[in-house]
C-alpha cells in the first residue's frame, strides 16, 4: 500500500488518483487561492478526493465517505472528523477549485478508435438534461421548481447541457443553470469549446438560425435535424440527392431521407430532414450523413450514466448554490475520469469499439480500489490499463444492436399505465435501408 503521508493519506481515489494525481490538485489549489495556510487534519487537497469519492459513492453521507477512503488505511493514524467539521472543510474550499480541475480535465479523451471521427472530423454531439438539487432555502432561491397543474414539484431543478465526444463519451464542455435558461441559450456558451475540425451533431431544437451562424463562425461543421415542415428554398440540386438552400445568410444543404429497418417483425420506416455545413456531396455523402447523424444517441446514453448509473436517481445532496457548483464540477470529473480509464482500455485493444466497454464496470471497479486504498500512485513502469481496464476487456458488452422501436416505459409506478410485459431484448438479424429524397424545386 503506497499513500499520501500523514494527514495526508486519506486524499486518494484509488486507482483513478493517477489520472488526477496529488500535483494536479495542489496546482489548482495554488491557482484558485485555497491551499491552506496551515496544514489541517483536513487539508485542502484531502478536501478535494472527498468531494471527488462523494460522487462514486452517491448513496452515502460525507462521513460514511470518509470511511470508504480510510478503510484501506488500518495502521495508519488517521483523523476521524466529524460531520459538521467536513461539511466546514468544504466550504471552506469553495467552488473555485472544483471548477478549474474540471477545466483540466475535461476535453476529448486520446483514442486511435475510428468511431471517434468520421472522414477525419472529431464527431461531437451536444443536448440538456434536467437534474433534481435538494429542497432548501437556500437553493430554491436560485434554483427553481418546475410547475405542474397542482402547484410545483417537490424538488427544484437545474437544467445541464453538455458537448460529448461520441464514440469515448468524454466531456468537452459542460454549463449549467436554472431550469429558467433554456437549452439554446446554453448551447451558445457552449460553441465557446467548438473548434475547425469538428462536426456537431445536435436534434432538431438546436437548428435556430442565429445558433447555426454562431456554431459555423467557429470554424466547426454541423448536421443537425430541422423540422419536416421549415421552408427551404432549393438553390441548386446536388448529384446524390441532396440541395444547397439558405439560412439567414448561411449556405447549408438539405438531406432528405426515408429510412427503412426491416425485421422479421415486420418493417419501420420514418423520414429525416437534415441540414448540414458540408457542402461537397463527393467527400461527404448524403447517405453517409444519415447514418452518421445516428451518432447523436450517444449523449443520451452518457446522461443515462450520470443520472442513473452514478447518481442512481438521487436528488443532488448540496444545499447551497456554492455547494451545488462544486457537487456538479465533481460529478462531472469523476464521470470524465472513468470515460477515460474506459478509453484507455479499449485503445489497447485496436480496433475495439469504445461502446463495448461496460460504464457500470468500470465503476463499480473504482469504487472497489477507492475501499482498498489501491493503486494510488503508480509504479516506475506505468500501466494505462490497470486494474479498472482489465476488468472492462474482461467483461466486455455485446456489440450494440440496431433500435427499431420508440422508447416504451419497461418500469412504471402504477401498473395500469405499463405497455405490457411483452418486450422482446433479444439480438436480431436487421436490414437498414435508405432512400434519399429530392423533391421537386
Known amino acids: 500500500m503506497t499513500v499520501a503521508a500523514g494527514v495526508f493519506a486519506p486524499g486518494h481515489l484509488g486507482e483513478l488518483t493517477r489520472l488526477v494525481p496529488f500535483e494536479m490538485v495542489d496546482d489548482v489549489l495554488v491557482a484558485t487561492g485555497r491551499t491552506q495556510s496551515r496544514v489541517r487534519l483536513l487539508p485542502a487537497r484531502v478536501v478535494v478526493y472527498l468531494l471527488l469519492a462523494g460522487c462514486l459513492f452517491a448513496e452515502l453521507g460525507y462521513r460514511q465517505v470518509w470511511s470508504k477512503l480510510t478503510s484501506g488505511l488500518r495502521g495508519l493514524p488517521i483523523a476521524s472528523p466529524s460531520g459538521s467539521a467536513l461539511r466546514q472543510a468544504r466550504q471552506r474550499l469553495g467552488p473555485r477549485p472544483v471548477r478549474a480541475l474540471f477545466d483540466l480535465l475535461r476535453g476529448p479523451a486520446a483514442t486511435?478508435?475510428?468511431q471517434v471521427r468520421w472522414r477525419g472530423l472529431l464527431l461531437t454531439v451536444i443536448d440538456g438534461t434536467t437534474l433534481v438539487v435538494a429542497d432548501s432555502p437556500a437553493n430554491t432561491g436560485r434554483y427553481t421548481k418546475h410547475r405542474c397543474a397542482n402547484?410545483?414539484?417537490?424538488?427544484?431543478?437545474?437544467?445541464l447541457s453538455a458537448l460529448l465526444t461520441c464514440g469515448t463519451r468524454s466531456v468537452i464542455d459542460a454549463v449549467f443553470d436554472p431550469v429558467t435558461v433554456g437549452e439554446l441559450d446554453q448551447?451558445?456558451?457552449?460553441?465557446?469549446?467548438?473548434?475547425?475540425?469538428?462536426?456537431?451533431?445536435?436534434?432538431?431544437?438546436?437548428?435556430?438560425?442565429?445558433?447555426?451562424?454562431?456554431?459555423?463562425?467557429?470554424?466547426?461543421?454541423?448536421?443537425?435535424?430541422s423540422k419536416a415542415n421549415r421552408r427551404l428554398a432549393m438553390i441548386a440540386r446536388l448529384p446524390d440527392g441532396s440541395w444547397l438552400s439558405k439560412i439567414g445568410a448561411l449556405t447549408v444543404r438539405v438531406v432528405?431521407?426515408?429510412?427503412?429497418?426491416?425485421t422479421t417483425a415486420g418493417t419501420h420506416t420514418g423520414d429525416y430532414r437534415l441540414i448540414t455545413t458540408l457542402?461537397?456531396?463527393?467527400?461527404?455523402?448524403?447517405?453517409?450523413?444519415?447514418r452518421i447523424y445516428h451518432e447523436r444517441w450517444e449523449i443520451e446514453t452518457a446522461y443515462l450514466e450520470l443520472k442513473s448509473s452514478i447518481l442512481a436517481g438521487r436528488v443532488l445532496r448540496a444545499r447551497t448554490p456554492d455547494g451545488i457548483d462544486?457537487?456538479?464540477?465533481?460529478?462531472?470529473?469523476v464521470y470524465q475520469l472513468l470515460r477515460t480509464a474506459m478509453a484507455d482500455a479499449t485503445d489497447s485493444q485496436p480496433g475495439l469499439d469504445p461502446d463495448r466497454a461496460s460504464f457500470t464496470t468500470a465503476l463499480n471497479t473504482a469504487r472497489d480500489q477507492i475501499v482498498h486504498a489501491a493503486g494510488v500512485?503508480?509504479?516506475?513502469v506505468i500501466d494505462l490499463v490497470g486494474v479498472i481496464g482489465a476488468q472492462i476487456l474482461a467483461n466486455l458488452l455485446p456489440e450494440r444492436r440496431l433500435r427499431t422501436k420508440t422508447r416504451?416505459?419497461?418500469?412504471?409506478?402504477?401498473?395500469?399505465?405499463?405497455?405490457?410485459?411483452?418486450?422482446?431484448?433479444?439480438?436480431?438479424?436487421?436490414?437498414?435501408?435508405?432512400?434519399?429524397?429530392?423533391?421537386?424545386?
Not at 456531396?281 to 450523413?289: G, N, Y
Not at 500512485?377 to 516506475?380: D, K, Q, V, Y
Open 326 to 333: 462544486q457537487e456538479i464540477h465533481a460529478l462531472l470529473i
Open 151 to 159: 402547484g410545483s414539484s417537490g424538488y427544484p431543478q437545474l437544467r
Open 377 to 380: 500512485i503508480a509504479e516506475t
Open 279 to 290: 457542402l461537397d456531396p463527393h467527400t461527404h455523402p448524403a447517405a453517409e450523413l444519415i
Open 256 to 262: 432528405e431521407a426515408r429510412i427503412s429497418i426491416t
Open 112 to 114: 486511435s478508435a475510428r
Open 408 to 441: 416504451m416505459i419497461k418500469r412504471s409506478n402504477s401498473k395500469y399505465q405499463a405497455r405490457g410485459p411483452n418486450i422482446d431484448r433479444h439480438s436480431y438479424k436487421a436490414t437498414t435501408s435508405i432512400d434519399i429524397i429530392s423533391p421537386d424545386p
Open 187 to 225: 448551447a451558445r456558451t457552449l460553441t465557446r469549446s467548438l473548434q475547425p475540425g469538428m462536426l456537431l451533431l445536435a436534434d432538431r431544437n438546436y437548428a435556430a438560425a442565429d445558433l447555426l451562424t454562431t456554431i459555423a463562425a467557429t470554424g466547426a461543421h454541423l448536421l443537425i435535424r
